[in-house]
């Protein structure tokens, strides 16, 4: 049994079962024991690897998106350049490499990391110091941003955020909670819960639907549209979900392996799917269709920018960035299970690529 496994028995024996969500923010988040606060999980040793840790063509086509979108919004001359959950800040790292012949572009951005992990705080500190200091600064939630322009990146962040599970029974609504069985860590069913917890849009479904419910994610994602809507700027989220989620998605990856959620508390990554109609439902700018990643990485050029790294690569290098090249955009890699979509200011246009 993990440390954690062994804390959350002894809550839920105290005080009984506990929902999913904040069964994922302890596994997440747990200040001593959680999967984040404690390490650096990314990369062929760790447990999983992202798009930005694949290529660096990921983030220098998305840094020049942004950087354009900045252009066609009149350039304002002060703004923030902000990740959600920036991992070990290769994203920004490439963004602000790719970036740095954009006239103006550098002077007025202010760089904040959201990012809620010490550790990987300090990750992306060591990561950025490779570069100019860009004075980037470091905040733990979004609500502490610069009222400003904000032009934001957030690459598998959303799936990272602890989600709520309801469960169709019969006419009812039930929440699948944390609970145990044989003093170990097992599912259970709530009694029956208010239907407005769930949404007006699921009520016709058959018994036995499971819809998932984030709400920090949608906290977040409100935080943003009100900051867009306020102060102007873009939003580009990428992800793996859809528009409209449903079942039970929540999974857990440990060692590139997926494993029960509740095998190992704190020692797995655990995600869900994310709902980009929800996500639009509360940010309620306007907003690009949702593109796969590869159509997108494709508009910006992924392979003209792809051919020139190569022409100065042979042998095992060439091999390895031909293969991260079609493994970001081909669509039996991760091309189109990840999707992304852009949301802008009223009256602006949507981000090269998105439209
Ligand atoms: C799956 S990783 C994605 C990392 C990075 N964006 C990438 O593409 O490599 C999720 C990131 O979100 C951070 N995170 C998770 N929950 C968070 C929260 N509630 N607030 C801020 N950051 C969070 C994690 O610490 C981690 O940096």
């Known amino acids: ?107 007025a951005a202010q760089v904040v990391m959201v990012e809620a992990s010490p550790t990987l705080r300090r990750v992306q500190a060591q990561t950025l110091s490779r570069q100019r200091d860009h004075g980037t600064r470091w905040i733990e939630a979004i609500g502490d941003l610069p009222e400003q322009p904000l032009f934001l990146l957030a690459n598998e962040f959303f799936d990272a955020l602890p989600i709520h599970q309801f469960q169709r029974d019969g006419t009812e609504w039930r929440q699948r909670m944390v609970g145990l069985r044989d003093g170990q860590l097992a599912f259970g069913l709530s009694d029956p819960v208010n239907p407005f917890m769930v949404g007006q849009k699921f009520q016709n479904d058959p018994s ?46 440990r060692a590139h392996r997926f494993e029960d959620p509740l095998a ?51 042998g095992p290098a060439l091999e390895s960035h031909l293969a991260a090249y079609h493994r970001l955009t081909d669509p039996a890699e991760m091309g189109s299970l990840f999707k992304a979509i852009a949301f802008h200011s009223l009256g602006t246009s949507a981000p090269p690529g998105f439209t």
């Open 1 to 107: 049994m993990t440390a954690l496994a062994d804390l959350l028995v002894r809550r839920i024996r105290a005080t009984g079962p506990i929902t999913l969500a904040d069964y994922m923010a302890e596994c997440l988040l747990h200040p001593l024991h959680g999967y984040y606060s404690t390490r650096d999980p990314f990369g062929a040793s760790g447990d999983f690897t992202t798009a930005p840790e694949i290529s660096q063509m990921f983030g220098e086509l998305l840094g020049l998106c942004l950087a354009q979108t900045w252009l066609d919004q009149g350039a304002p001359s002060r703004f923030t350049l902000a990740e959600l959950g920036p991992g070990r800040g290769t994203l920004m790292a490439d963004v602000l490499r790719a970036t740095k012949g954009v006239p103006g572009f550098h002077a």
């Open 208 to 253: 036995g639907t499971i819809i998932e419910v984030c709400p920090l994610g949608r906290a977040i994602a409100g935080n943003v549209g009100h900051r867009l809507h306020h102060f102007g700027g873009a939003a580009i989220i990428i992800d793996y979900g859809g528009w409209r989620s449903k079942g039970n998605t929540l999974q857990a990856l």
């Open 264 to 314: 190992n508390p704190g020692e797995a990554d655990l995600t869900a799917h994310v709902d980009f109609e929800d996500i639009a439902d509360k940010i309620r700018t306007p907003h690009s269709a949702l593109t796969d990643q590869g159509t997108l990485l494709h508009r910006l050029g992924i392979a003209s920018r792809s051919a020139r790294l190569a022409a100065n690569l042979t």
